[in-house]
């Protein structure tokens, strides 16, 4: 029974980790232009690097049928727009000072961050 | 801070759409077509033409002059043939831009083929579950105790793992991808829920001594029915969202497909993408006016209810505007094509609202940071309380630590707290739009619903706007005629609207008006010039006084005046008394009306305006307002917007959106009062396309109702997780022995959402008050 308690404490532990204390690596703004991939219930990639100061574009390919997946809002910057399916959807971003600004889906199950340097 | 229509129109025009299938097409297809703007002789064909082939890859160009569009063969990328034209001196555009109207119905395919595939996935589940649910409850035996019976279920488990890559393939993908995303959502809870359920099943079949044999219970019926249940919920949810975007669909569906243009003394239908500014356009009595216009030839009534709410067609003649989508009711006529394609008003409100469909207002965002969390934390509950059962719990213990936890895994709905705001905002600002309030976001939607004062401005919002001269009541030795002659020529420069109706005051007499210098307006006082040498004063009693005019006995006629509300108004020429002239400004008809419904809705009204007193209170008093604030200059105006703050006050304020631009945007809410179509929507929260004030009161209603059905859904989708989770993990156990059945759970989850969808909906049903 111990080693069955142990067990759990350490898989609420690693539930802990994994989704809330965990950063994974940043995609960067490459040469070439980043797409978003909307599809099975995620963006990927979730995290992305901007650099600041000068407006840029990121592109969003939505391949989910889910209706939850068809809007896209970066509240931060008042952004709302649809992600129409199976095309490519450019969002221009404007001159972003350095932070973290989230974006999401309405119900925020698709969760993504930009990360301004 | 806020936009303007035309920056939110060519923001839409930047983030313009571009499909991988055309990019792919553009330099494989054999056959293009560009639309070109620009070229107004036959001359221009030739050039046209040479210049698209010289680009690589073009085999053939011609150009239709007459539809001035050019059909390409060749393997041309649509960039570079876009780029020649433009080199040669023209613009040119793909034919192929998708409309508004073909996405949605691509959107609408989609659904209905995802709609299709999710029910396929429900009976699919369901044909396996539900037998296995009668046998269950038929016999009570789903326990493995016999070599035969780990034969049988063993078959039926693995049958089950069938249905659950067929009908739940999506949830356990979605799940496995954001896990390695280190995200978690609703796929999340439903995969590990029913994975946990099957797998402790097949170790209860292939290794049944390894779980005490109270234990050997299996769980596949219940795996099998939540997976049907929730893609049936998922079916059904998607069918009920698609009736929350009707109100957008209307908006799009009033666009038309086709155009009658005259081109070269020829009339000819073309398709509505064709049409280019300045084409003189034909609309017959029953056709929809295609883009938006201004009359040439011909006068007819116009029915714009359908943008404005207004439900009185509106008289037009040559000069006057249209808008695409109105629809053309008695005359024929011809029009001027001014705006086209995104800029048209009606192309500019279908942006702006879906702009604002999709933003949320404040009240969702506790509901937010809860969402943000909410998976992993149900996870971390489902441990523990299989953990408390395995600890605490009465044997057979490993199947209660199972039941519970899968239990909670799968009642726990993210989605219904997720989408209890927007479904809601949705529909409102779609039903809004209908009645022609425009709200901008989400933001104003909730602030209007909060509103306890609105300040009127008096010109334009509470009156018609369109001042007429009444009286004039000659002081000196100058008769009517000269005093309204001078009068007009100093007021001819001014585009004030009380100056504008002596302008036309005039011009309805026949009175010429003559040649005016050193024209000065004095703000708020009035204004000064030069005609024929003289010098002409006129303005208020205020500005007369400064000037030290004497107005003798005037002053009690001015008076009288006001008090029937009316502006009378100094004139002086060299610097002597001459007349006053009076100007009314009729109240509205249904002000009055739209007045008391703000104020039976518990609002305190007030009036402003730049009037003397006497006329505010006159005016005031005829359209029912107790309170005003008069004699405020233009730059006061936001100064008693904040006076209103001070007191406590949410303070929605109405102007033209022009003069009012700062008031406007310091109130709380700020409401742009639009005169049919041709509305400016500058820096207002919200805009009311007609010019009646039941707009108002119609914007705030409907916020209302928005706002108190978003409270109703949080409400649920908080009672429901926060009830049903602590129900799943087993609380009522110790005092009721109560433990809720896995499969009432999957059922309670998949209609969770669809009941807030279904909530939303029925603010499909808001009407506002008549009127």
Redesign the interface.
Known sequence: ?LF??IA??V??GL??W???L?K?KEAELGEDDLVILV??????P?RIKLPSGKPVEIKF?RKD????SE?L?I?DL?I???L??N??????LPALSTGEYAFHC??????GQITVE | MNKSIADTAKDHCDDEVVTPESSASATSSMHQELIIEGAGCASCVGKIEAALKQVSGVNQAEMNFAQRTVSITGDANVADLIKAVEKAGYNAKSHSAETEEDALDEKEKADQAYYKRLMKETWIALALGVPLMAYALITGEMNVNTTGEQVVWGIVGILTLGVLIVSGKHFYVGAWKSFLNHSANMDTLIALGTGTAWLYSMVVVFFPSSVPQEARHVYFEATAIIIGLIDLGLALELKARGRTSEAIKRLIGLQPKTARVVRDDKEMDIAIDQVLLNDVVRVRPGEKIPVDGEVIEGHTAIDESMLTGEPMPVEKAVGDTLAAGTINKTGSILFKATRVGKDTALAQIINMVKRAQNSKPPIGRLADVISAYFVPVVMIIAVSSALIWLNFGPDPVVAYAIVSATTVLIIACPCALGLATPMSVMVGVGKAAEAGVLIRNGAALQTASKISAMILDKTGTITLGAPKVTDVLIAGEYDEQTVLQLAATLESGSEHPLAMAIVESAQERGIETGKVSNFNAIAGHGVQAEVDGKTLLFGNEKLMRERGIDLGAFVQKAQALAADAKTPMYFAIGNTFAAIIAVADPIKEDSIAAIKRLQHSGIRVVMLTGDNRDTAKAVANKAGITEFFAEVLPEEKSKKVQELQMQGEVVGMTGDGINDAPALAIANVGFAIGTGTDVAIESADITLMRGSLHGLADAIAVSKATLRNIKQNLFGAFIYNVAGVPFAAGVLYPFFGLLLNPVIAGAAMAFSSLTVVTNANRLRLFKAQEH
């Not at chain 1, 095309?87 to 221009?92: F, Y």
């Not at chain 1, 309405?106 to 969760?111: A, G, H, L, N, S």
């Open positions: 029974m069955i308690n759990g404490v898989l609420i539930i802990v994994w989704f809330w965990y994974p599809e099975n219930g995620t963006y990927h979730s390919m049928q889910s209706p939850c809007a809002l509240p008042q709302s727009d649809t129409p399916l095309k490519l959807k450019t969002i221009q309405q119900m925020q199950m698709y969760r």
